[in-house]
């Protein structure tokens, strides 16, 4: 079984930085990408930022500058970097990890940014 978890949520004052974690454990074989979404209340899931398994890394075009995504191979850890954060960032993030047994999803962390 394959579990995926997130954490560092919390809240934040406009203009600050958080730096939120993923990490997948379990019986999994390869992981082929990591990504991290968020879905702020009343709005549809979107995409923050993408890593493919070999380190290549995408951002919608709304979220460069301001997110980055980092990882550590060793602990199978996804991170995102956040900073400059905006009221309109609040939003629960979750973390997506792509292995070979399929597509798992976090249980998602509150990111509440105040102003």
């Known amino acids: 079984q394959v579990q995926v978890a997130e954490s560092g949520g919390g809240s934040v004052q406009a203009g600050g930085s958080l730096r939120l974690s993923c990490t997948v454990s379990?019986?999994?074989?390869?992981?082929?990408?990591m990504s991290w979404h968020r879905q702020a209340p009343g709005k549809e899931r979107e995409l923050v930022a993408h890593m493919s398994g070999g380190g290549v890394t995408n951002y919608p075009a709304s979220m460069k500058g301001r997110f980055t995504i980092s990882r550590n191979s060793t602990s199978n850890t996804v991170y995102l970097h956040s900073s400059s954060l905006e009221v309109e960032d609040t939003a629960v993030y979750y973390c997506?990890?792509?292995?070979?047994?399929?597509?798992?999803w976090g249980q998602g962390t509150q990111v509440t940014v105040t102003s």
């Open positions: 997506n990890m792509a292995v070979t047994e399929g597509f798992y």
């Open positions: 379990g019986n999994f074989g390869h992981i082929y990408a």
